[in-house]
């Protein structure tokens, strides 16, 4: 089980940081990823980190979100600086370890950045 924590509602050029905790069964392997569904659009990939610490972002975040992982805390992070509208959504962390069958997603949280 995964669950998301760390939206709301902030002004363009802040910042957030997104927390998704994981329950239950062992924690380390997966690849992690959050992903992002604004109205109207298809959810999109935003960050990944895999098990062993590689990160890649989506181009319009680069540079001003950072992904990590706390194994030991089974949670996981979204830094989120320099904030813009265009970065409203609901924010989904999602574990993937197909070897384990596991794909799995939290609820999701909402991110609101106004102008």
């Known amino acids: 089980q995964l669950v998301e924590s760390g939206g709301g509602l902030v002004q363009a050029g802040g910042s957030l940081r997104l927390s998704c905790a994981a329950s239950?069964?062992?924690?380390?392997?997966?690849?992690m990823n959050w992903y992002r569904q604004a109205p109207g659009k298809e959810r999109e990939l935003v960050a990944t980190i895999t098990s062993t610490q590689t990160t890649n972002y989506a181009y319009s975040v680069k540079g001003r979100f950072t992904i990590s992982r706390d194994n030991a805390k089974k949670t996981i992070y979204l830094q989120m600086n320099s904030l813009q509208p265009e970065d409203t959504g609901i924010y989904f962390c999602n574990a993937r370890f197909p070897a384990a069958g596991i794909n799995s997603w939290g609820q999701g949280t909402q991110v609101t950045v106004s102008s």
């Open positions: 239950g069964g062992i924690f380390g392997y997966e690849t």
